[in-house]
């Protein structure tokens, strides 16, 4: 009886104490309650907040960029069958009803860039509430308010109107916010990268690799550009020219990361880090540009594999013959961003392919590689710059600016006089120096020329679709290129979980 006593006081006091307990987070999980404690905690999870651009450069934003525009198509494989997700993206022809999409890279690509923002938002947070090193501190806040900001950005030229999450989503219904107009959007995302300039260092005081005050400041004066706002982006562009922190690199075939080297270099303000081997932390870009069927004799030279492996499908991001025929005869730029591959396996009488040439850099192992993925360079600033001068009717101090990017390519000074013919130029040159890099997209569409360019490479391409990778007697699809339009229809998965679009 005494041992029947005992058992049942002591269940007594574990009933008593069960609802405490619950209450202790596990020592073993992460959380908002045992994690964000100390430097260290801020740091890692300033880490984390980077970690999704790696996905969206190597997997999501060419292919709503890049191969949005007329610069690149997919190689059709017939025998392959359709690939009709990458295909809508390439042909205009995305299927929407009631402003929604299934396609599943336009839900990636929101889903990533919200990931972001909410890694960010932990940390903006909490970070303030936690005592260590204020320079530290800064730095920290101002990366993620820089990693926020561009995810906003990216998400306004994508989608225009998006939900608004600036706190942790705690709740179910915190979850599902309602559109907040494109305007208030690229109000916040201003003052956030606003926040980041004043709290982030310059480059060479920077951790490699980490948005830097520079890299604030660019992405700052590409929000100015996109608005009209040429004197605010000046100002922006001037400062970052006069800060000794950046250069144009002498050779343009050098400016690109390799596998393991020459990565972060002297004209690089940003760019998304890779590394090779098994960490993980690998790129595989270079494959998904191959054009298909490609056999391991045909691959190895392009890779440097020790373990080349044959390429089925269909092969994405295929330089145009309209990109091919923008460059000037003896650009340097040429040669040194676009080679060609003959595939024996092709159905086309025509096996000879071009590929991009500026990324494929040699790597040790098939589908592993460490480039590093361009966001900004210097050379992009001169051209903002040249283009911010040119639309505030200083077209001859632009010409300088542009002759620079120029002459590096091997070509001579502009011959454009007037602002209307500069304008046109920039344009132009912007094309060829920034090819492949996922800008191409963005310049029509903030040109308002998409209706215009698109509509007209569309026309070429369906009256001739074996100049654009078709085996002889195939064709687009009977959708193709009809539906032009700015911005993504938002996804449809996400529309589910909301009732709000």
């Known amino acids: 009886m005494k041992k029947i006593h005992i058992i049942i006081a002591v269940l007594g006091i574990m009933l008593s104490s069960c609802e405490d307990f619950l209450t202790i987070a596990p020592e073993t999980a992460l959380s908002s309650a045992t994690f964000y404690q100390t430097e260290s905690d801020f740091e890692q999870a300033v880490n984390a907040a980077y970690a999704p651009l790696r996905t969206i450069a190597n997997d999501r934003s060419w292919l709503l960029c890049e191969m949005r525009s007329d610069n690149t198509i997919y190689a059709r494989n017939i025998n392959f069958g359709a690939t009709e997700q990458q295909e809508d993206l390439s042909d205009h022809a995305l299927p929407e009803a009631q402003g929604i999409t299934s396609n599943t890279h336009v839900l990636n690509q929101y889903r990533q860039d919200y990931l972001i923002i909410a890694r960010t938002n932990q940390i903006l947070d909490l970070i303030d509430d936690v005592n260590f090193d204020q320079a530290t501190k800064d730095n920290l806040k101002g990366q993620a308010l820089f990693l926020r ?35 208030e959007i690229y109000t916040q995302l201003i003052s956030d990268i606003q926040s980041a300039i004043n709290l982030l260092p310059v480059r060479s005081q920077q951790g490699v690799g980490r948005a830097s005050k520079g890299a604030a ?74 054009p298909r069927p490609i056999s391991p004799d045909e691959l190895q030279p392009i890779t440097g594999t020790s373990n080349p492996q044959p390429l089925d499908g269909e092969g994405n991001n295929i330089p145009t013959p309209d990109i091919i025929a923008a460059y000037e005869e003896g650009d340097l730029r040429e040669d040194a961003s676009i080679a060609y591959v003959e595939i024996s396996g092709s159905d086309r009488d025509d096996k000879v392919y071009p590929y991009i040439k500026k990324y494929a850099k040699h790597h040790d192992l098939h589908g592993n590689h460490g480039i590093n993925w361009p966001i900004y360079r210097y050379a992009e600033v001169l051209l903002f710059l040249a283009e911010a001068l040119n639309e505030q009717g200083k077209t001859a101090e632009a010409a300088g600016y542009l002759n620079m990017v120029r002459n590096r390519a091997g070509l001579g000074n502009t011959s454009a006089s007037g602002q209307a013919d500069m304008r046109e130029a920039i344009f132009k040159e912007r094309r060829v120096e920034l090819a492949f890099e996922n800008k191409r997209w963005f310049d029509i569409t903030r040109a308002d020329r998409v209706q215009e360019i698109i509509g007209d490479f569309g026309q ?34 996400e529309a589910e979980i909301t009732p709000h679009f």
Request: glycine fraction near 4%; avoid cysteine; aromatic fraction near 16%.
């Open 217 to 290: 400041q660019m992405l700052l004066a590409d929000v100015f550009i996109t608005q009209k706002r040429w004197a605010e982006a000046e100002t922006l562009l001037k400062a970052i020219e006069n800060s000794g922190e950046y250069e144009l690199i002498e050779n343009y075939a050098d400016v690109f990361s390799e596998s393991v080297a020459n990565k972060n270099n002297a004209e690089s303000l940003f760019e998304v880090q890779y590394l090779e081997g098994p960490e993980g932390l690998n790129s595989s870009f270079l494959y998904s540009f191959m």
């Open 149 to 183: 900001g561009y995810a906003y950005y990216e998400l306004a030229r994508y989608f225009g109107s998006v939900p608004l999450h600036l706190t942790p989503v705690t709740t179910r219904e915190e979850a599902a916010l309602p559109l907040t107009p494109e305007a």
């Open 460 to 493: 070429r391409a369906l009256a001739n679709p074996q100049d654009y990778y078709y085996p002889e007697g195939a064709t687009f699809r009977s959708n193709a290129f009809t539906n032009i339009t700015k911005y993504y229809a938002l996804p449809a998965a």
